[in-house]
């Protein structure tokens, strides 16, 4: 039922133990039922969701949940065995199991897009137009100019999100006469080190429980080549983050006896794009709000809350798509500073 562009060579030699009964082709990701029949795992799931509540053989009831994927080696590389023609480029030897790699790096009709297509060429083609189109290509030509204007472009970008976010911090401030922002920087002194730990208890007469602080200079030492470098903005040296990847608190000294406001912060992931974090406050073991942000790799971003009566404020950490080669899967973020009222 999928959108295959391959054909069998010498199908009707295929064995018809193989195939399966309902599209009538060799096994695609074959599951077996409870009175052990095979099918195709999305044939079976279709016939299942056109309200039939029965296997197409025998009849006896099955539900969806019941499908069981065939894992036996055995069975698995016969069916990765079976030789296909790719019906793109005609090529006839290719064992099925490879073919999805014949697609990605050798078929002649494959559509490719330019390699200049990250410094926004528009061309795509097949694979053997690639090296003509190369060879009048301007924007691969231009490529080292084109690379510099964009690279300008994007550290404009940043000077431009570092400026908003300092304007932000200030017109948050100012609108919130008895707000208090909380920094990282004096952490350095506290400590006398230039490199990373935890947050004493007591910081700024509050309880952190599983944040640690890092000095910007661990990381141009370290993990240059990451989003950490992107808390640092408008001078702060120092950024808060949550320990091991796991979720970090913000209390106060006693709780149910003294409450705060949570009016914002500024937050960066480490290694993740679209880091999303659940942020909880808490009274008295309760919840009181609760919302989801989505921090970014490439930049900081500034959070405005209007969450009063609190005594504990819970990070997260949910799930992200990890940045293009970083190795590290941690779901580490950065807070550069916060505001409390």
Not at 235 to 246: E, I
Not at 250 to 265: A, D, E, M, P, T
């Amino acid at each position: 039922m999928t959108n295959i562009n391959y054909e069998y060579i010498d199908e009707q030699s295929i064995d018809a133990n193989y195939k399966c009964s309902i599209c009538m082709k060799p096994f695609q990701y074959p599951v077996t039922t409870p009175c052990d029949h095979t099918f195709c795992q999305e044939c079976i799931q279709h016939w299942l969701k056109e309200n039939h509540s029965s296997c197409p053989i025998c009849r006896q009831n099955l539900l969806e949940n019941q499908l069981i994927p065939i894992t036996t080696r055995l069975i698995l590389n016969i069916l990765d065995k079976l030789v296909v023609k790719c019906l793109q480029c005609e090529q006839n030897d290719i064992q099925r199991g490879n073919f999805n790699d014949h697609i990605k790096k050798f078929c002649s009709k494959s559509i490719l897009s330019c390699t200049a297509s990250d410094i926004q060429c528009p061309w795509s083609g097949t694979r053997d137009e690639l090296e003509k189109h190369l060879s009048i290509c301007n924007y691969t030509q231009l490529r080292s100019v084109l690379s510099q204007f964009m690279n300008k472009n994007q550290l404009f970008e940043k000077q431009i999100q570092t400026l908003t976010n300092h304007v932000q911090t200030l017109q948050i401030a100012a609108s919130n006469p008895i707000s208090r922002l909380i920094t990282f920087d004096k952490l350095i002194e506290i400590e006398n080190k230039i490199d990373s730990g935890i947050i004493p208890e007591l910081y700024q007469n509050l309880k952190w429980i599983n944040v640690w602080y890092m000095h910007e200079k661990w990381v141009e030492l370290n993990h240059i080549i990451s989003g950490w470098k992107n808390a640092y903005t408008n001078n702060h040296t120092c950024v808060a983050f949550n320990g091991k990847g796991s979720s970090m608190k913000i209390c106060s000294q006693h709780k149910g006896l003294y409450s705060f406001s949570l009016i914002s912060f500024e937050a960066t992931a480490a290694w993740h794009d679209n880091l999303r974090i659940n942020v909880v406050g808490k009274r008295v073991k309760q919840v009181v709000y609760s919302t989801i942000i989505t921090l970014q790799f490439t930049h900081s971003q500034v959070f405005q809350f209007d969450w009063k009566n609190l005594d504990e404020i819970k990070f997260v950490p949910l799930d992200g798509v990890q940045h293009s080669g970083i190795e590290y899967d941690e779901k580490y973020f950065a807070l550069t500073w916060i505001i409390l009222g």
